[in-house]
């Protein structure tokens, strides 16, 4: 049985623009890897109502599921919520659990929960919300969409909280090996390898640091005793 | 007038699985904003043929241009130029000009031209070569696609062959004010002024750092006169 899939929706001039350097997808690929779910596809757009709106309904139709990252605020560019209910046409408006939740936290912190940040309770009706242990206002899970986001350490907090809700496969097994030679040196016995280990995934990395080539070969696979076979050729093949 | 769209795909399980982190997207972003490019749209996809020709034909399609990163090395997981060749349906073979590039690198060097790497010269019929001064390789244009290696030094030497050839726009002026306040404490006042200048791109990014919260605004627009007034105006509503 394979793997349930995932694919993740980046949302944010910032990254496209490069102002800011993308932190989530290399932290979600990790996580995803760790529960066995496969991320199969990640896509990056601007904070546009057409582009969220396209990217939410292609990636939640072709995929078990969808991780969204960014414009969940209280400024004028934070638009994704408003723009994931609309891909699922459902309405969206404030919702009294989620401004209780704003409501008790800016009472205890002294701030007022003005019109901005009361956007930040705005959900899609039939979401349920996702936990933000550190700034408090939610995101949330709508159909297969989770909403999260961008700032890097809400996002691994609200991922960390919907991470036990999913249902993951056979976490991959994987044994990696550098090899300091090129590419094309090991390119055709490695061939013949994958060949013969149709049931593994073996990719080839390659590197070039200071003027020398070199590769890491990477094994993937859910069976121990395949992958471990597979590496002891490939260490007999290629000596270290 | 707008300046051109472009859209980048990176064709990589190693990216996928957390393995490696993507270096490409973000040089490519800075790049490309340098010169009045305006990067609209970023995908990830594995090392499979479907995906890759799905992204290459709806990224060709929607954009003036593509940039890909990835998958075009000497061993047996490096599919993108088939598949980049399937995408616009012409043939692909081994070209005279990228196997003579090769032959007297390695004839240079002392390496074989082997099977694996001679699959290294297979070009789409049609395409550009694109200058690789690192590892002599080449990559190549098609349409208005731009096949590049995923090792980030090939990449970047690549991309600066390929940019004097591409015709950008008005390179957008940048300007940033970091705010130690909470989103919530501005966005109110922040709404106001992007609504007044509605030619310049207004966004906010916010931090969390060690407990306190804070927002780079950062105001964008080809007119620095236009740029240099919303800045004064912000800079006088929060004064540092």
New interface residues.
């Given amino acids: 049985m394979s793997n349930p899939t995932a694919a993740m929706l980046v949302i944010g001039?910032?990254?496209?623009?490069?102002?800011?350097?993308?932190a989530n997808?290399?932290?979600?690929?990790?996580?995803?890897?760790r529960v066995g779910i496969?991320?199969?596809?990640?896509?990056?757009?601007?904070?546009d109502p057409g582009?969220i709106v396209a990217a939410v309904s292609a990636l939640s139709g072709s995929f078990d599921m969808v991780f969204t990252s960014g414009g969940i605020?209280?400024?004028?560019?934070d638009i994704t919520a408003d723009n994931v209910a609309a891909a699922f046409d459902v309405p969206i408006d404030v919702r009294a659990d989620a401004r209780a939740l704003l409501q008790a936290h800016y009472k205890r912190t002294g701030?007022e929960l003005?019109?901005?940040?009361l956007?930040?309770a705005r959900i899609p009706e039939g979401a349920t919300l996702i936990d933000n242990p550190?700034?408090i206002a939610p995101g949330f899970s709508i159909e297969n969409v989770h909403v999260m986001a961008?700032?890097p350490?809400?996002f691994e907090a609200m991922l960390a909280n919907v991470l036990p809700s999913l249902t993951g496969g056979a976490p991959?097994l994987?044994k990696s090996l550098q090899i300091n030679r090129?590419?094309?040196?090991?390119?055709?016995p490695?061939?013949e390898l994958?060949?013969r280990y149709k049931d593994l995934?073996?990719?080839?990395?390659?590197?070039?640091h200071g003027g020398a080539?070199g590769?890491n070969i990477?094994i993937?696979g859910a069976d121990a005793a395949r992958v471990n076979a597979a590496m002891a050729e490939l260490e007999k093949m290629f000596p270290t």
């Fill in positions: 001039d910032e990254i496209l623009s490069g102002r800011t350097r993308d997808m290399h932290h979600l690929a990790g996580e995803l890897t496969d991320l199969k596809e990640v896509r990056v757009v601007s904070d582009a605020g209280p400024t004028h560019d701030l003005n019109a901005a940040r956007r930040m550190i700034s961008g700032v350490a809400i991959l994987s090129g590419e094309g040196d090991i390119a055709g490695l061939a994958a060949a995934s073996i990719g080839s990395y390659p590197f070039y080539y590769s990477v993937r």
